[in-house]
């Protein structure tokens, strides 16, 4: 972890060099705000990681002796399908429409976006009495 916390903070001071140099050249608002945001969210998002990196073990990926497969290993579950992003898109499709064409949407969409999340975030859970 603590290659990508130096990558990202690298890439922040990259960011904010552009970002002065655009905002001096171009005098245009919208852009160099846009370029200061994202050196904001590298900093954080590396500064994260580098905090991070002190509280775990030392990975693969830091000991520059290590070989490809001793990062080998389970990465994780991933779920193999879920009809709740469906279910998700669908509401907020709709509560962007309800911007545009009149609030009113946003009565149908919420309900929909709130049964995609209830079942996005139980959507594994099956309760302590059907572990037996």
């Not at 002796?65 to 193999?80: I, L, R, T, Y």
Request: proline share 3%; with cysteine; charged share 15%.
């Amino acid at each position: 972890m603590k290659v990508q916390g130096k990558m990202f903070l690298w890439l922040a001071f990259f960011v904010l060099a552009m970002a002065i140099v655009y905002g001096v050249w171009s005098k245009e608002p919208a852009g160099t705000t846009a370029l200061f945001l994202g050196f904001g969210l590298c900093v954080m998002i590396g500064y994260y990681l580098a905090f991070t990196a002190r509280r775990v073990d030392v990975g693969a990926q830091d000991n520059k002796e290590a070989d490809v497969a001793d990062d080998a290993g389970e990465v994780g579950f991933f779920s193999p399908h879920s009809w709740q992003p469906l279910s998700l898109g669908i509401g907020g499709a709709l509560a962007f429409m309800g911007v545009i064409f009149g609030w009113w949407l946003l009565y149908f969409s919420a309900p929909i976006i709130m049964i995609g999340l209830w079942g996005w975030v139980f959507e594994y859970y099956r309760g302590e009495s059907q572990n037996q």
